[in-house]
């Protein structure tokens, strides 16, 4: 039995990961969960159901919400009062950060953002084993995370890096070749950059594979996801840039693959369902049986693997240049693309100036040195944060004069 600590409990990642888990209530129990404050329904729910220790709000705000939500919660499931326990709730912007740290087995850090950093680098300290599906903690925080994080101690959730570990379990170090990662495409794969000009939001949140949050399907969209994944694979892994490649495969069914220098490719294929490598992490090295559904090896099946086009989707290129530039240059990307990517929902930025604006950002940036401390990172965030805001408040400005 290993006792679960499940941070971003109310997102998809944590929705899946609470699906998984209680399909296997003799290998995982949930000890604490962690929502941002937004769907305290769901949280009360998700807690009471569980029977959780502890919960954390990141909006200390919502507290007596919460409390209500779990009396409200208690009498739907026909609870007499006080017939129930109410977990101890954790408040404010470093509660996330104090639940990380619960007595536990493992940390599954599902939270969006780059608010996870934190987090992850408390589990970390505090010994505990961390499932990783917030992919802002190792691109922003790289250096911060692998100083305190000891071999073996990170499980990738993400498909992508879930796959390269399972397909590195086929050789030793020494015989890697290079890592490939695969990317749907997102809907728009196969336009030219002058055929990206119109695309509209809804548009962009129509992705053909997977269900993702809207962040992520936009990301997906302009395949800076992939690009984040690039500088992930980079950190997790320790792999050179150079031996990083990327692969377009609408379909989603392999997810990433391993060359090994005698010429063999190991690749990691199923469906695409985030369960399967969320099971994998929480049970990581073992197997979790019928975590997902597999393969229809019956039926005929094609699946095409085409190279990226950088020229209309710029997006991997530039990161691999920020990853290869450190000093808080990847966290500069990161930053920088959210608030492009609010700008594109709120119709003050188009598809293509997404990243458009990123690049520039980059250009701009000053040199930041390597970070040292969470306060630094935060620090080049604000800074990328403030100048894209500037960039696409400049261009809107233009725009309206010269209509």
């Known amino acids: 039995m290993r006792d679960i600590v499940l941070l971003g409990s109310t997102g998809s990642v944590g929705v899946q990961a609470i699906d998984v888990i209680r399909r296997n209530p003799d290998r995982f129990r949930v000890v604490g969960l962690a929502g941002g404050g937004r769907s305290v329904e769901l949280l009360a729910q998700q807690a009471l159901t569980l029977g959780v220790e502890a919960v954390a709000v990141a909006r200390a705000s919502v507290a007596q919400d919460l409390q209500l939500a779990f ?14 326990r109410v977990p101890k709730i954790l ?10 740290s619960w007595p536990c087995d493992l940390v599954l850090n599902g939270i969006t953002g780059s608010i996870g950093l934190r987090p992850t680098l408390a589990a970390l300290r505090a010994g505990r084993t961390l499932a990783l599906a917030n992919k802002e903690s190792l691109v922003a925080g790289g250096p911060l ?21 399972q397909c590195l379990r086929g050789g030793r170090a020494e015989e890697v070749r290079r890592l490939i990662l695969t990317a749907s495409g997102g809907p728009f794969r196969g336009r030219s950059r002058d055929e990206l000009a119109g695309v509209t939001k809804e548009q962009a949140l129509a992705h053909p594979t997977w269900d993702m949050g809207p962040m992520v399907t936009i990301n997906s969209a302009t395949l800076v996801n992939k690009a984040l994944e690039v500088i992930e694979t980079h950190e997790l892994f320790r792999v050179s840039y150079d031996d990083i490649g990327v692969m377009v495969h609408p379909q989603s069914a392999v997810h990433s693959m391993v060359e090994f220098v005698d010429g063999s490719t190991l690749a990691q294929c199923s469906p695409p369902d985030m369960r399967l490598p969320i099971a994998l992490a929480l049970g990581w090295p073992d197997r979790v049986a019928d975590a997902a559904p597999a393969v229809d090896w019956t039926v005929a099946h094609t699946w095409e693997l085409l ?8 997006a991997v290129r530039l990161a691999r240049q920020a990853g290869k530039a450190g000093r808080c240059l990847p966290a500069v990307y990161n930053a920088a693309n959210e608030e492009c990517v609010a700008a594109f929902v709120a119709g003050r930025l188009p598809f293509v100036g997404i990243v458009d604006t990123l690049e520039r950002v980059l250009a701009d940036a000053p040199d930041f040195g390597e970070p040292g401390t969470v306060e630094q990172v935060q620090s080049a965030e604000e800074w990328a944060r403030a100048r894209a805001h500037e960039l696409v408040s400049a261009d809107v400005g233009t725009d309206e004069k010269g209509s």
């Open 91 to 100: 408040t404010g912007p470093n509660a996330a950060t104090e639940l990380a």
């Open 71 to 84: 009396y409200a919660e208690a009498q739907r499931k026909g609870y007499s009062t006080g017939d129930y």
């Open 145 to 165: 995370v692998r100083a305190v994080a000891q071999a073996g101690q990170i499980v990738p959730v993400d498909s992508e890096h879930s796959a390269l570990a």
């Open 307 to 314: 190279p990226l086009d950088d020229e209309a989707f710029p």
